[in-house]
């Protein structure tokens, strides 16, 4: 009995070799957000599971996140088509069953992110319930102090409305990139990178998004008159408005739409401005070509987009300067005590196969 669980076990850990501990490490802690996510919804925003893991909303993600298998699936069914195969369905299916491993991890890892998502929303929405939103001034205050001007007034000062709009139309090709970032996690072929690069991404944002965006609960310079009843930012806002009016700009749609839907849970909602998850994100995304060693064009087009965002998170009034400044640094050292624990868990993992494939190493 005791040799048959250990046998299937094993067929279990198959797909992920060496890295099969940090695997089950990145999965325990995935399965205790989900399941804080249960009772935060309920407490806070008085939301049953079943409303907490709604699915309706993400059918774009899903698309994305599988664009690499369902490209790689379709490569090889045209190269079967040319090759005239006398079975192009029996060779397929050898072919999906040579790589059955590298789809296993990547299902898994993308099919995750349909509960995380809808988790992440449901911590975000219930920030104002569990702290209430009161950091904006000391972030102001601060910025101001460090600066000698609101941050914003920079920027604006060297960029006109075309530029604004320009800023305006990538910033908002973020959840393209986000979408396409997780499915590259998902399905890349390096299960080093793959594994280091999923907890990063889960710390990032339960660490970043959840955890300190709860604790430093802050609304940033877009709904700061909304939240504190002052118009310390209403130039800014009215500088936004006037090119909004000439161009119809994106972040303000997606500013209503919070507004709008604030505590209630849905995708894409809840308010937090510390620290700024999109100039995390994007700077996982500069780790992550760095690390794999991309293409000259890949690392500089990375560089660009992250320094876009981070500038556009405060020249449209998303976020203050602090908090992408704080953001970029903790998002490369969640990414080194990632790698750290990754290869920890890799040696014991690489002496485990040795040891049961006859290596020498007893485990009793």
């Known amino acids: 009995m005791i040799l048959f669980g250990r046998s299937i076990l094993t067929r279990m850990a198959a797909p992920f070799g060496a890295y099969a501990i940090a695997f089950v490490i990145l999965f325990s802690a995935i399965a205790i957000e989900l399941a804080g996510a249960v009772l935060v919804g309920a407490r806070h925003l008085g939301l049953e599971a079943d409303q907490v893991f709604r699915v309706s909303d993400i059918g774009l993600g899903v698309t994305g996140w599988f664009l690499i298998p369902l490209g790689w699936l379709g490569l090889i069914a045209i190269a079967l088509t ?4 006398a079975h192009p369905t029996r060779t ?16 898994a890892l993308t099919l995750l992110h349909i509960p995380i998502g809808r988790a992440f929303a449901t911590y975000k929405a219930s920030i104002p319930f569990v702290n209430p939103f009161d950091w904006d001034q000391r972030f102001a205050d601060f910025e101001r102090a460090i600066f000698s001007v609101d941050t914003w007034r920079l920027t604006h000062a060297v960029i006109g409305e075309g530029g604004t709009v320009a800023i305006d139309r990538i910033y908002a090709l973020w959840g393209t990139y ?24 889960n710390i990032t944002w339960f660490g970043l998004g959840s955890a300190l965006a709860t604790y430093f609960a802050s609304v ?13 930012f209403a130039p800014l806002m009215a500088i936004l408005a006037k090119a909004d009016r000439d161009h119809s700009l994106l ?3 997606a500013m209503e739409y919070l507004s709008a839907n604030s505590g209630t849970g849905a995708l894409g909602t809840g308010i937090s401005a510390m620290p700024s998850l999109h100039v995390a994100t994007a700077t996982l995304g500069v780790v992550i070509a760095f690390v794999t060693g991309a293409r000259p064009w890949v690392k500089t087009l990375a560089i660009v987009f992250a320094a ?18 704080v953001s970029a640094p903790l998002t490369v050292a969640i990414w080194l005590a990632s790698s750290w624990m990754v290869d920890a868990t890799r040696r014991v993992g690489t002496r485990r196969e040795e040891g049961e494939s006859g290596g020498g190493l007893s485990y009793a």
């Open 251 to 253: 972040a303000f749609k």
């Open 178 to 201: 986000l979408i396409l970032l997780a499915g590259w996690i998902g399905f890349t072929r390096n299960r080093d990178v793959q594994i280091k690069a999923a907890i990063a991404f």
């Open 308 to 325: 876009t965002i981070m500038l556009g998170s405060v020249h449209l009034g998303w976020h203050y300067a602090i908090d992408g400044i």
């Open 92 to 107: 397929l299916l050898r072919i999906v069953r040579q790589q059955r491993h590298w789809l296993i991890r990547g299902i």
């Open 220 to 232: 940033g310079p877009c709904f700061y008159e909304v939240y504190y009843g002052s118009d310390r």
């Open 82 to 85: 040319r090759r005239k195969s």
